[in-house]
Each structure stands twice: as C-alpha cells, then as structure tokens.
C-alpha cells in the first residue's frame, strides 16, 4: 500500500490526537491565533552543539497540507468524527505563519528553532510531521559535523543507506549530512533528488563473485580506470599487492585513484599499506578507511599519524549511538496573545513568543540571548519570517548549497572549544542568557498557575 | 522534489557502487545465478533473538522494480554509465527467487532471514533496498516484542511517530511493533495503510490552550466521552481531583475511560492517583504511563505494583537507545553454484546456499541447525520460498494479522529464559549448531583461500 500514498503530501501523517484535539477545537470554536515552539531540552551528551536541518520539507508539507478524498472517506468510516468536522477538514488549509532559524544554523538548548503563528487547529495539526522531520534531519547534520571537524578536511561519504531507519531517513541523513559538510553520499537517489555528488565503487561481493582478487581489479577497471579498489575482501596487504600487479599490467594507462579499507586494525594496515604503494612508486593512490567507523576512531587514525586521506561513514552517520534521538518537543507557548506554559515535573518551559539574539565577536559567537520576541536585544535575531500566510516568503527559499554554506560559516564562528569530541564541562559550554522581561514573564505566570488562576494576565 | 518519487517503488534507491558493480557485471557477461543471504552477525547486547519483519515490502519493491524513462535520463546525463548499459537497465526486471523466514518468525545470529537466487545482476542491485527495510522493522519488532513482555499482558500504544528517523520509519515502526504485539498506534497514516488501530487522546497544548484544566477536560469529553484524560499538564493529582469533580458534574453520564500520566514519580504518582479515583468510586476509570519509559521501566513498575493498567511507548518503541541498530549483512554466499566467502578480519561469513532447522519438543523451540540448503536435519525448514521467477508464491502472500499470529506463537515457544530483559550468559543463549556437512565446506573454503586459490573446488 505504500506504493499509493506519499506521506510529506499526507494530511493523514499525524497522531490521532491531533485530530481530536481539532475536532474539539473547531467544536469549541477555538481558533485563534497560536505560537507554538519547536525547540529541544537538553543536549544530548557529548554534543555541544545541535546543527538546524530539516525545515524545507516542512515548508513544502505546510504548501501542500489538503485532506485528500480518499482520506476523508477513510476518517469517516472510523466513525469517530461528525460531519460538520469532516466538512471543516475538506476545506482545510495551512494559512499561518512560520519563523525559522535557517537551515544550517547552530542551536543550543531551549532556544526555539521553529515557530509557528497560526489558528490553533493549523499549529497543532502540523506537530507530528514538524517533530519528525526536524528531528532526524537535524540528528543527521549534527552528528556529520563532528564526523566532518573529526576528519580533519579529508572528505567523508556517506555510506549509511543500508542502516538508516527506513527510506526516508537514509534519503534525509544524505542531505543533513551533506548540508554539514560530508563530501557526497553513495545513495543514487538522493544524489537525483537533492543534487548531492554520487560516490562509490564496488563491494566485496564483487571480488567474491569473481575467480581471483586480481582478476576482479583487472575486469573493474577496464570499465571504471580512475575507480577505488576495496583491497580487504580476503587478506589486505595481499589485496594491495594484487592493486600494484595491476598497476604493473596497465603501465601508463593505470589510473586507479584509491583504495579502500573495510576491515581489520587500521591503525596497523594503512601504513603498510601507504609504504607497499609508495615503495611501488604509487605515491598519489590515496588510502579511504571505511567500516563501523565513528569519530572517535576517525579521531584517534588521524592524531596517530595514521596516512589516512578520506572515509566513507555509514551507520554512525545515519543511525548515531551514541545520541540516536534527542528531546525535540513542540509547545504551545501562547494562545490568543497570552502566554502558556506546562508546569510538569521537570519538564517546565518558557512562556510566550520569543526570539533568539546571536552576539558576535570578530566574527565569533560569543553569546545568545533568549528574549520576548518584541524585545530589543544586542545581537542577530536568528528566528526568520519564511512562510507568511502559508505561502513561503523570499527567506523561505534557498538551495541546499546555501544551507551548506550557512552551516560552514556557523561551525567556523563557534568557539573552538565547542568542537571538541567530548563532553564540554557546564562551565565550558556556549552561553544561553535568558532575557529578564523572559524570567519575569514565566515567574508570573508561574505564580499564577500556581495560584490554581485561570486564563493568566498579561 | 520528495513529491513526485516514491522510494519504494524507484530502481535509484541504491548505492553508486551497485550500479557501477552491475556495468561491469554486464559488460563481462557475469550473469550467472547468484546466492546472496541477509542475516546480522550477532545478536545486540541484551537482545536474545530477533524478530523477521520488513519482506511484504521487499517482496513488492522487487515486483515493481523498474528504471523509469527520467531515473535512465538522469543516469545518462551522470557520464558513468554508457548506452548499451542503459538499454539493458531499461529493460532491468527481477526474475530470481526469493526464499525467507515468514514475517514474525523468531531468529538468531548467523541464521539467513532472507536468501535471494538470481542472476548475479539482479541480486546484487537490490541490496541496499533489502537491508535498509529489513533492518528496521526487524530493529523495531524485536524491541517492541520485549516492551510488550514488559507490559505483562497489558495493552501498549505505538507513539512514537514524532520521534521516528523520518516518516517511513514512524509508520515501518508502526507496523512491525503491531506485528509483534503492541496494541495499536497514534500516527493515522499507518492506521489507514495497514489496517492498525488507531490510538490517541490529548495533548499538554490542548489543555493549556484552554483558561484551566478542569474547562479542557469539560469540553473534551463533551465531543468525545470515553476518551483518556491527560492528567500532568500542572500538577498531576490536582489533575486527577478535577477528573473526579468532572464525574461528580456528569454523574451517571461520565463515560471517561482512563486517565494518562506523562511525567514524574510514576511510581509514587500511579498509586495515589489510583486511591483518589476508587475513593471517589471511579474503579473503572483506567490508567495509563507515558513519557520517555522503556521496558526496564515499565517492568520496574509492575514488580513494584503499581497499578498502571496500560502504556505509550514513543521514543523507546521507534528509536531503541540500547541498540540502536543492528549489524545485518547480506553476502555473496554462492555464484554458478561455487561456494563464496569473505575471510576479512573478525568478518568470515558461512560460506554456501543454506536452510535454517528448528527443532521443537513439546510444542518448545530447543534449538536450530544451520546447514547447507540441501541436506536432510531434524526439525522444521525456517527458510520458504516467497518468490519464484519474480513473481510472489502462495506463501508469499499473507496479512499483517497473520504475521502477528506467527509472532506470538513464535514468542511463546521460545525458552521462557530468552524472555529476560537482560542479557544472558553465553551458556543459556538458544543454541544453534552449524551442520558437519556446512562447517566441513567452510573448512574446505578457507583452506583453499589461504592457498591463494582460484576458483573453489566443490
């Protein structure tokens, strides 16, 4: 059945809750306007930094949000929702507004990465696709940034297909990653859809299927001369040898550009295998480490001296473990202009419409700033008018080279210590001020519910 | 551009290197049957089996496969590939055979869940597709399998869409935590495509968009009286007396069928707001636990006695934390009918065409035998073909109920010790033996490998 239904264009890729939260709501009348927050709570550890990805699909979802007919004749027969609703749903259509951090920016804990002005039932409707997107794409981008610092300027691919959580995630985590630096991704879909360089060679199954090693590099690069060769299919330094026979056999015309490693001690078999071609005058053959690498071991290849020139990087790029999901929520933060919070244990949040202010110094960040949002503050505000009325504004257009770039630029502006691999101490870690016309506001309204209030004063 | 190509039904859904390895395949007339078997090298850490899930999807991506008019444009436009290839992608079909575990079935490390014979081209393209969804359904049963034992009987809701890598996981995950016997999920979409039940009640924002709690709850149950009331928005057992003060308002007409905590001291919460409902008489009045649990957790609750009568499982479900992925390969096992294998470093494979033996006493698993596909071994064949010639057999064709059956049955032979939520030692983990026959033909394979061999002697 998935063949039929596309769910970035499903009205129905949502949570059912969102549907009777409306239903109710449009029973009630309660359509005025909301500011919902999309931020996250806390950094995973050891990330000092989270890398915003994510938002284009989300605006081309808002653009396109229709309840099919097909759709509608199916919620019917749940039997769950009257007509009059099913008629409202017929009709509806994302008209709000959304700001937004751009794409490729660098976020920190609690400050809103997205917000959305809109009816009510509009902003909640939309919550489960805006998590999920946000969610894995930013997850990817943020993870192949400390791969990319690990590598050191040597180009990483990504390799993650195979392990990411499904299509859409392995199609996502090529473009987060690639908006972060990676050099290019082997999956020839996204390649096709988002423009990203397609990388790859051949796998073991290659040599395997073939009489001998040598027999297999000799048929591969009569096809593809300038390929790289997978040298560890059965015994590595063997596999070298057979690469310099073969540059032997081909003399001049041998263009072979690389060769990969996939298994075993790296540490121990790149440098014999950099000095068996060098010794065999193969000196601009470069050497691609691949195989469950993360970058810590990228890390450690690299302080070791290790003559390493690129990766290629699969299920930690696309699937990290150590931080495979973080703690993205969307919330309510004000409704028909005054400000709403939730008081759950451990989970309090801030109040009403903000904005974040970036300060920089010499071009370095320096300090954000987590303000009302019609405060004035020192800094950039980073939060964007990219949807107006539900259609995309000029700032709700860029390609995905643009966001590239973006986050270039936001990774060399941090402070150097947030680049290291480890868990920064809190004392260490980027400054997120919070404004006082913010703190008084939650205070009040802390006090407030506290007082068991109703509809809070502003 | 996500809006026009569907992933699971486009032939670019691939790694470069499968197409490059298919150029060179075809240019040297390397079409000769291939066997490749997927199966993960070991089992994760406190993972005592896995669950088979993700073939229905495979079983239609390799139906359908095909390389659309603009898929072969843009492919020629890449400057790889030459025009006798893309004639012969043009008229690309799969017309191999598919045998595999039926969906549900339990298995262990090193046990093929899939086995693909087909011309060496057609086996070795669908790779990256094959791995990518039988990696996650597979990841998502297994975990959700443990949750609900966790659960001890009682139901458990699917809701982690928001959290899910991108939208095909939420409703991947969706359907493989239904198979494995989770009750229902939240995301509508995976409710509508694979006939789930569709779970969902409130969200914080609905009761914080209304002037106070007791009003929210007012309003909700006037659209929807046997819903489930979020309790925790502010605190969770003034939450709970306003649930009581709304019984005592609809008296005989109070229909509300359970109440949801999210947060806090679940363990100290749950009883007390369990005495203050049956005080007030409100014994039939449900509760259910969310918020971030996992099966330690929910296990943790039960021993403790805490009388919780069902749970959300979001990110936990959808996302394991404790494993995250799992190292799942599919090799090259034989080509025109020679035994292939791979002798890197800690990654030798099984050489040879195999068959997966399951041996029962009393209606118990008491262990398997993994031996070449033709030998004769106790116990039933796990290994049924789904496909033959490109076309789906009879037993390639099943429902979603049926594979949920097959689960549970599959979970209920299993030692009962497999069923710890920790991991057990080597000694108790469910046995499986490598036939003499399959140990004597990789002995024979490496042997020859080492001897720098050609070609196999079989």
Redesign the interface.
């Known amino acids: 059945?998935?063949?039929d239904?596309?769910?970035?264009?499903?009205a129905?890729?949502?949570?059912?809750?969102?549907?009777?939260?409306l239903?109710?709501?449009h029973?009630?009348g309660?359509t005025g306007t909301?500011v919902?927050e999309l931020f996250f709570r806390e950094l995973p550890e050891r990330r000092n930094y989270i890398i915003a990805a994510g938002l284009d699909?989300i605006l081309?979802y808002l653009e396109?949000l229709r309840f099919g007919k097909a759709?509608l004749q199916?919620l019917a027969e749940?039997g769950?929702f009257d007509r009059d609703f099913l008629d409202y749903l017929a009709s509806f259509r994302f008209t709000g507004d959304v700001h937004a951090v751009p794409e490729g920016t660098v976020v920190f804990a609690n400050e809103p990465m997205l917000q959305v002005v809109a009816p009510?039932p509009e902003a909640?409707l939309i919550?489960?696709?805006v998590?999920?997107?946000l969610?894995?794409q930013s997850?990817a981008a943020s993870k192949a940034a400390r791969i990319g610092r690990a590598a050191g300027g040597r180009p990483v691919a990504d390799?993650g297909?195979?392990?990411?959580?499904?299509?859409?995630?392995?199609?996502?985590?090529a473009r987060a990653s690639y908006l972060a630096g990676v050099a290019g991704t082997?999956?020839?879909?996204a390649?096709?859809?988002?423009g990203i360089p397609?990388?790859?060679?051949?796998?073991?199954?290659?040599v395997?299927?073939?009489?001998?090693e040598l027999a297999a590099f000799d048929?591969?690069t009569?096809?593809?001369p300038e390929?790289t060769l997978l040298v560890?299919?059965?015994?590595?330094l063997?596999g070298v040898k057979r690469v310099i026979e073969l540059a032997r056999r081909w003399g001049e015309s041998f263009g072979v550009q690389a060769i990969r490693l996939?298994?075993?001690?790296l540490r121990e078999l790149i440098p014999r295998a950099r000095t068996l071609l060098d010794d065999a005058g193969l000196n601009p053959v470069k050497i691609m480490a691949s195989g469950g690498l993360d970058e810590y071991q990228m890390h450690e290849l690299i302080e070791a001296g290790v003559p390493v020139d690129g990766f290629g990087i699969g299920?930690e790029l696309v699937?990290?473990?150590d931080a495979?999901?973080v703690d993205?929520s969307?919330?309510?933060v004000e409704?028909e202009s005054s400000p709403?919070?939730?008081?759950?244990?451990?989970?309090t949040s801030l109040p009403g419409r903000k904005q974040v202010f970036r300060q920089t110094d010499n071009g370095r960040c320096v300090g954000d700033t987590l303000a009302l949002h019609d405060e004035y503050q020192m800094g950039e505000p980073l939060l964007t008018r990219m949807m107006s009325a539900g259609a995309r504004t000029p700032d709700g257009r860029w390609t995905l080279d643009d966001a590239r770039r973006r986050c270039a630029r936001n990774l060399d502006a941090l402070p150097p210590r947030l680049h290291t691999l480890e868990q920064l101490p809190p004392e260490d870690s980027y400054p997120v001020r919070i404004s006082d016309a913010l703190e008084e506001a939650r205070g009040r309204l802390v006090r407030h519910?506290n007082a068991?209030?109703?509809?809070p004063n502003v």
Request: with cysteine; charged share 20%.
């Open positions: 059945m998935t063949d239904i596309n769910p970035h264009r499903s129905l890729f949502t949570d059912l809750y969102e549907l009777t939260m239903a109710a709501y029973a009630e309660m909301a919902f699909d081309g396109h759709d199916w749940l769950t009510l909640q919550e489960t696709y998590l999920n997107q969610h894995i997850l390799f297909s195979r392990r990411a959580h499904g299509t859409d995630a392995a199609l996502k985590a082997s999956n020839v879909l390649s096709r859809l988002y397609c990388l790859g060679t051949m796998a073991h199954s290659y395997q299927a073939h009489d001998d048929a591969f009569r096809r593809f390929t560890d299919t059965y015994d590595t063997q996939d298994s075993g001690n299920t699937v990290p473990g495979p999901h993205l969307y919330k309510l409704y709403r919070m939730k008081l759950s244990a451990a989970k519910l068991g209030g109703r509809r």
